[in-house]
């Protein structure tokens, strides 16, 4: 299985071309990390996965990072497809978004189904699967958006951040949204 992600920062800063060099290796590497530890919640912790940069983009700066599940385990993931990657880690960006910044005021299982009823602080209930809540929830997945997402976005200059597939957005992420994304698992 494998797949291209491009991760492409946008504002005035980045179009003129001033976007700090340690701040874009550091963003790879979070995302980079975010994507690895949602193929492992997909399909395990065994699962060797392997990033690489497939290029960058004119204009708005944008990484093209390539992935691919490795070794042994690739031909156990035969099953698996680059859809249900994709799946999960914009279903996580999307509980962020969902959480505000805040933690769950509840959670409840769905019956006969591997999700679960999530209300945020307004009363709004949107159904996630179990994996993003363990990506979402996880120290790593709120250290790793922290960095490419949040920390990124406070640059001046860097008004947006959005994740691609050749030719499709496929979420976006804007600078009021930025605070979204910190550590919101509940306590208990």
């Known amino acids: 299985m494998q797949t291209t992600i ?13 976007m700090n060099a340690y701040d874009v290796a550091a963003n790879m590497i979070a995302f980079s ?5 949602a193929t492992k919640t997909l399909y395990g912790e065994k699962t060797e996965v392997r990033a ?13 990072l390539f992935f691919q599940v490795v070794g042994g ?3 156990l993931l035969s099953t698996g497809t680059a859809k249900e990657l994709i799946g999960l880690v914009v279903e996580s960006l999307k509980l962020w978004k969902h959480l505000k910044g805040d933690p769950p005021e509840s959670l409840e299982r769905v019956t006969n189904d591997n999700s679960v009823r999530v209300t945020n ?8 699967s179990n994996s993003t809540l363990n990506v979402v929830f996880s ?12 920390d990124a976005l406070s640059k001046e200059g860097v008004d947006g951040v959005s994740l691609e597939q050749p030719g499709v957005s496929i979420e976006r992420i804007t600078k009021d949204e930025a605070r979204y994304f910190a550590q919101v698992a509940p306590e208990t």
């Open 6 to 18: 491009s991760l492409k920062y946008n504002g005035p800063a980045v179009d003129a071309g001033l």
């Open 33 to 37: 990390d975010f994507v690895v530890l």
């Open 52 to 64: 690489e940069v497939a290029g960058f983009g004119k204009g708005s700066f944008v990484t093209d």
């Open 73 to 75: 385990t690739a031909t």
């Open 121 to 128: 602080r307004d009363g709004q209930v949107v159904t996630f």
């Open 139 to 150: 120290d790593k997945g709120a250290e790793t958006v922290g960095r490419f997402i949040r």
